[in-house]
């Protein structure tokens, strides 16, 4: 089955640059998506179609995709960022089946 | 703007069938797919499925032969059966209108979820 690795964990301290990689092997003829979880709610589209930001996200939220990998990037990421991010995205069988990444914790500290 | 409620029973016996209803409020269901994704505790999201409001649907091979998803436009609901379910099947489940097939603005409208406990 198709699957969508992430890094488990990221780390940064507040206004540096964090970036979180997703790697698949549909990813050249797919689009990522990209969702961040806060604690006990429900995930939030952050990043569409690869590198577009859906209305009210802020512009510090970017995305990128070259090859097998997508990457989210949060420029001067700041404490409220701190979430589980998850990439998403549909297989190469023609059913376009949904699959999400393993999720990384971002710590902001 | 458009709202998703998930319903149904929080306690299901193992064995059983896993029965949930997403209500749409605030726009028509017509002309989206709409998705199932869950979450067990302390763990990742796993997308179930997806339903067209025409009732063609895609499943996650991995679930495929216990899932049934369908549709009523006239309520602006769409719904959810699990058979078979075991503890592994405890989770939170979460609706969400699914944007990623047309126009691929991905899965842009999420509701709060519902636990459910699988359980004798």
């Known amino acids: 089955s198709y699957e969508l690795t992430q890094p488990p964990s990221v780390s940064v301290s507040p206004g540096q640059t964090a970036r979180i990689t997703c790697s698949g092997d549909?990813?050249?003829?797919?689009?990522a998506y990209w969702y961040q979880q806060k604690s006990g709610q429900a995930p939030v589209l952050v990043i569409y179609e690869d590198s577009k930001r859906p209305s009210g996200i802020p512009e510090r939220f970017s995305g990128s995709s070259s090859g097998t990998m997508a990457t989210l990037t949060i420029s001067g990421a700041q404490v409220e960022d701190e979430a589980d991010y998850y990439c998403y995205s549909t297989d190469s069988s023609g059913n376009h089946r949904g699959v999400f990444g393993g999720g990384t914790k971002l710590t902001v500290l | 703007q458009v709202q998703l409620q998930e319903s149904g029973p929080g306690l299901v016996k193992p064995s059983e069938t896993l029965s949930l209803t997403c209500t749409v409020s605030g726009g028509s269901i017509s002309s989206y797919y709409w998705s199932w994704i869950r979450q067990p505790a302390g763990k990742g999201l796993e997308w179930i499925g997806r339903i067209y409001t025409s009732g063609s649907t895609n499943y996650n091979p991995s679930l495929k032969s216990r899932v049934t998803m369908s549709v009523d436009t006239s309520k602006n609901q769409f719904s959810l059966k699990l058979s078979s379910v075991t503890a592994a099947d405890t989770a939170v489940y979460y609706c969400?209108?699914?944007?990623?097939?047309?126009?691929?603005?991905?899965?842009?409208?999420w509701g709060q979820g519902t636990t459910v406990t699988v359980s004798s």
């Open positions: 969400a209108r699914d944007r990623t097939i047309f126009g691929n603005y991905g899965m842009d409208v």
């Open positions: 549909a990813l050249p003829k797919k689009y």
